[in-house]
Structures are given as structure tokens and as C-alpha cells.
């Protein structure tokens, strides 16, 4: 018996090391622990301490002879009934320290992750993707929070209740003890091993229901290319296959599931009838009574649900473990663009780049190379240029998504880097080249980058990005949703919206990705003569193609695939 414990010790250390990084969350909720622990403690101890006065009621009533009135097994029935309502609410408080904390930490520590995400540079998102950042964030922030609660709890548990049930349990009889304690282990090994098998189907049955919700939610973010080419059959007859997949290793996954408690039941039928065996012979040879053979009887019921769980947990923590090194592993991830000045101060938006060049470090490519240009504040820049030619790369170093291999950039004479980066951005106006709307209103989406706009000040700027005829003509107008990335939208109304967005805060610098593409010459004409009344004195950078769009510049870059000529 004393080996089991150690062993079971020296598994939960191992977890602790494995999982170390969470022990600051413990020292933290430390009083809750404490409380928790005992309450475990006074939770097991009642449950125990009732069980003897089980027996002593059998041999009162077997000594009585009478089923009748008897004052001492009442007294008796009082304390079971009175222990077993102490059980109860010291069960309920241990419940709600333990798994309280549990979820503490859990909230503390999706708060963690989900503001390292924004900490991340726009590199540090191209080299992962979004389904692995949710797993993170979801899948694996709930397996540990299940080492956390139920993982701690159960280990801490059953470790207590062994050594108050084996207390009484040698205190009644020594060899009844070994011999029903015995199987115990085996039974735990058994369902570690069952349950190793259940996690591992587990598993493989998630992946295929992500499979079948990865289709469909592709499917119908592409229901007009399926019904234009009539592929709904084929749609229908893929998502069937991957149904059936999935309902094949859900059954596969129900029947492991059924030897788990088939093998507790077994178990429990064994040592129920190795009790009556042995018990029986004892109480025949006058060793033992009818009443400490049904005290047995409890003790084993009592322990055989934690023994049985300790496979369980066992796998839990396993599962824990693998998920908090994928969460270390992404929190140890160091964003490239770091802020380290927090003062507050106006931005003119005088620009100039020094010989900038930028590589791409996923795939190697040279988007820039020595590139040099100067904007006063209030000018208007157009830089043109083929498909991969690095326009878009310096938008998102203007906005300091990124930063320069090499050279620097300098804005009202600052490099860049030595900017308040939350600060400058707030004077900066950005429209990207793919239009993007969050799946809210046409006001919500419009009035995004400002705190809490008038419906007034939305409206005025829906009309300078010309797009307010459009949205008076909704049903709903302003409060239209535009569904998931904007799909209610037409391209040219989505990219209209964004300029609206990007507009309302009165930006100091105006960044136009290649944004205006969508829409008709007289659209595009009427936006920017608006914009150029409307905010006179911004710097603006205009992104395009098209030489509409760049006509009234004061200055045109003109870049090739790396190198660039400039035109003033």
C-alpha cells in the first residue's frame, strides 16, 4: 500500500514538473487551494466515519433478534445520516474552491494568450494559422484547466480517502484488508490503459468532425461558385463521406467506451464476492461479525469509483501536459515589433524613407531594395507599380506591421521604431487592399476605429466615402448587418465602408492599399476630391494601379519587381 501512494505521489510530481509554468497560477490562488484541501480532508473523513456505525447496526439488530424499536440503532442511523450530510456540503465546498480556482486560471490564462495574439507581429500570423490559434486559445486552455480542477482534485482525493479507508480498514481486520485492496491497483492500470485508448480515439474523432466542419463552412463560403457550376451533388456526396467517417470512429469510440465500465462492474462483482469468501469463513470461525463484514462492503464501494478514475486522470493530465508545452511553445514566441516608448504626442506626417529594403522571411522573397523617397505633411504620394512589386509591403511598414530589413524609416524625423507605436497608429488611416468587415452592423463596422461615435458623425462620413446612398436604401440602413466578412456586401460597398472607417478618426497620415480597384472612375473621383476637402492637411499615400487614382498626387513612385524610379 505504501508503494501505491508513492507511486501516485511521484506521478503527480512528475505532472507538476512538466507543468511547472503553471505554478505561479497556484502560489496565486493559494487560500482557495488550501480551503479545498480541507475540505477534501473533512469530506473523506465524515464518509468514512459513517461507515462503521453501518456495521455496529447490523450487529445491534443480529444481537436484538427484532427488527423493532431500538434507541441504539437510531442513535446509530442519526450519525450516518448526520456524516453523510457533512460529506455532502463539505463535497459542495470543495467543489467550489478547487474548480473555482481551476477556472480562474483558466480565464487568467485565455486573457494571457489572447493578448500575446495582439502582441504579434503580421509575420508571426503568416507562419501559423488560424484553426491552430483557436485550438490553442480553446482546445487547449480547457485540457488543462481539467489538469488544473478535476486533475488535481481527483489525485489529492483519492490519496486522502486511501489513507483514512485504510486506517479503518487494518483497525477492522488486517488480511480482509490485503486481500480486497489488492486488485485495486490492477483495476487502475487496466483503465489507464482503456482510457489511453479512449484519449487516442477521442482524438481521431475530433479531427474528422473538424474535417466535416472545415467542409461545410467552406462549402457555403463558396455556395455561389457550388451553384454556379452545379456542383451540389458532388458537395452533397463529399459531406456524406465524411459523415460516415466520422459515425464510423464515433462507433468505434462508443464501444472502447463500454469495456470502461464493464471492467468496473467486473471488478466490483470480484471483490464483492472475494468479501462474502473470505468475510463468510471469518465469520464462521468466529474472527469477524455480520456488521464488519458490511463495513467491507462500504469500504470498497467507497474506494472503487477513485480508483477507477485514476486512469482517467492519469490521461487527462498526459493530455494537459502535451497541451501546455503547444501553449508555452506560443507564448515563448517574441513578437518583432516591440513598443518601448509610451509618450503621448501629435503626428504631423512628414515621411521619409532611407534606403529600405524588405525580405519576406517565410518565403525568402525581396519585396524592397534601397528604396528612398521623401512626403512632407499635407502632400499626397502615389506609388504605382506591377503585381509584386512591393507596393502593399510598404503600406504595411508605414503602418509598422512590419519593420525594414534594412535602413529606416523616418516619420516628422523619428525612426519609426523609437515611435509610441499605439500612439502613431491612432493618427494613421489605413484602407487595405482586401476589403474586411467584422460580422456586426454597418454602423458598428463604420464607427470601429473611433470610441463610441454619434450616428451623426457615421453618417457624414459614409457620405465622404460616398457610400451612404447605398446603405439609405437598405431596409435597415445603418443597422443592416453585413453578415460574416461583409458577404451581405457588394466589393465596391465593403471597400467604401473600410474607407468610412478608416476616415472617421481624422487621420493625420491616409493609407490607401490599392483600396479604391472596385470602384468606377466617378466613384473613386468623387471620394478622393471629398477627402481632399474634407481633411486637407493629411499626408496621404496612395496605393494603385490605375493612373485615374494618382492623377492629382503630388508626387508618383513608379517601382519595378525590386529596384524603383521615382517621378516627381
Known sequence: MRFLVWGYFCNFVKFMKALKTLNPYFLKHKILLFWGLLFIIASNFFNIYKVQFVGKSVDELTKSGHLGFNRQVLIYVAIIVGCSLLTGFFTFMMRQTIIVASRRIEYELKNKIYRHYQDLSLTDYKQTTIGDLMNRLSEDVVAVRMYLGPGVMYVVNLLILLLITSIYMVK????????????????????????SIINKKSKVMQKSQSAISTFVQDSFSGI??????????????????????????????????????????????????????????????????????????MYINILIWPFSMVGWVTSVNQRAEASMQRINEFLDKKSEIVNTNFEVYPIKGDIEFRNVSYVYPNTGIKALENLSFTI?????LAIMGKTGSGKSTIALLLCRLIDPTEGEILVDGKNLKDHNLENYRNFIGYIPQESYLFSDSIENNIGFAVDHPSHERIVEYAKIADVHKNIAEFRDQYKTMVGERGVMLSGGQKQRICIARALIKVPNIIIFDDSLSALDTET???????????IQNATSVIITHRESSAQKADKIINLTEITNSVTA
Not at 464501444?255 to 470480484?270: D, M, N, Q, R, S
Not at 473613386?524 to 474634407?534: G, H, P, S, T, V
Request: glycine share 6%; net charge neutral; hydrophobic share 50%.
Open 172 to 195: 477492522t481486520d488486517m488480511s480482509m484488508t490485503l486481500w480486497t485492496l489488492l486488485p485495486l491497483p490492477v483495476l487502475s492500470y487496466i483503465i489507464f490503459k482503456v482510457s
Open 224 to 297: 455561389r461558385v457550388v451553384k454556379f457550376f452545379a456542383k451540389e451533388k458532388y458537395i452533397e456526396k463529399n459531406y456524406g463521406v465524411k459523415v460516415s467517417d466520422y459515425q464510423n470512429k464515433a462507433l468505434d469510440l462508443a464501444k472502447t467506451e463500454a469495456y470502461f465500465f464493464t471492467i468496473i462492474l467486473f471488478v466490483i462483482g470480484l471483490l464483492n464476492v472475494a468479501i462474502i469468501l473470505i468475510g463468510g469463513q471469518k465469520y464462521i470461525a468466529g474472527e469477524l461479525s455480520v456488521g464488519k463484514i458490511a463495513d467491507f462492503f
Open 376 to 380: 512632407k505633411a499635407g502632400e499626397s
Open 524 to 534: 473613386e473621383q468623387n471620394i478622393l476630391e471629398n477627402i481632399e476637402a474634407k
